[in-house]
């Protein structure tokens, strides 16, 4: 028996100015797009932010629906729109924030399992790791590459 180990490498942040310039203007395109969430059930706005390689920003809230799971993440919404938008260009950085009552949470947003693989099989799709900003209003948190945040994943490999 092998006893094996995975290591989650963090970086953290106190105030938003510690990011670089390109990284803040992530974030804040994320805040506003969780403003403008259509999050009437849960109430729990999601905004994300993906930067791509040919430099375009592309934005996504959840959008929920009255059928639950017909309502899909932040994330996705993004992510999705990027490759409708742009396919095959890599994304470089994506930011999340998430606010309730239209406070943001002092605690930084973090993407759930399914957004996770998505976003892992669309780093997988370039060459270049994807950034991964984790913001919160006391705590942000940078993931070098969304393989990080996701060991043991589920790739198109396993299909064939
Ligand atoms: N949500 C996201 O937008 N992203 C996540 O990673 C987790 C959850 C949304 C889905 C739903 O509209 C609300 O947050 C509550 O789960």
Same mark, same amino acid.
């Not at 990027?82 to 930084?108: C, F, T, W």
């Given at each position: +028996?092998k006893?094996?180990a995975?290591?989650?490498? %963090?970086? =953290?942040?106190?105030?938003? &100015?510690?990011? *670089?310039?390109?990284?803040?203007l !992530?974030?804040? #395109? ?9 999050? $009437?059930? #849960? ?10 390689a ?6 996504? #809230?959840?959008?929920e629906?009255? /059928?639950?799971?017909s309502g %899909? @993440?932040? =994330? ?8 409708a ?6 994304i %470089? #950085? $994506?930011?999340?924030?998430?606010m309730?009552?239209? $406070?943001?949470? &002092?605690?930084? /947003?973090?993407?759930c399992?399914? @957004?996770?693989?998505? +976003?892992?099989e ?11 900003? !984790?913001?919160g209003?006391? *705590? $942000?948190?940078i993931? *070098? ?6 060991? %043991?994943?589920? &790739?198109?490999?396993s299909?064939?």
């Amino acid at each position: +028996m092998k006893q094996r180990a995975y290591t989650v490498r %963090l970086f =953290e942040y106190d105030q938003l &100015k510690e990011l *670089k310039k390109e990284q803040v203007l !992530l974030v804040n #395109s994320a805040i506003k797009a969780a403003r403008d969430a259509y999050a $009437i059930y #849960s109430h729990y706005h999601v905004g994300a932010a993906v930067r791509l390689a040919n430099g375009e920003i592309v934005i996504g #809230s959840n959008q929920e629906n009255a /059928a639950y799971p017909s309502g %899909l @993440c932040a =994330e996705r919404v993004a992510i999705f729109y990027a490759g409708a938008r742009y396919p095959n260009v890599p994304i %470089l #950085s $994506i930011a999340i924030v998430a606010m309730h009552d239209e $406070i943001i949470q &002092k605690e930084p /947003a973090v993407p759930c399992g399914a @957004c996770r693989q998505v +976003m892992y099989e669309k780093e997988s799709q370039g060459d270049a790791p994807m950034e991964v900003i !984790l913001y919160g209003s006391q *705590k $942000i948190q940078i993931i *070098k590459q969304v393989a990080d945040l996701l060991p %043991l994943p589920f &790739k198109k490999e396993s299909l064939s």
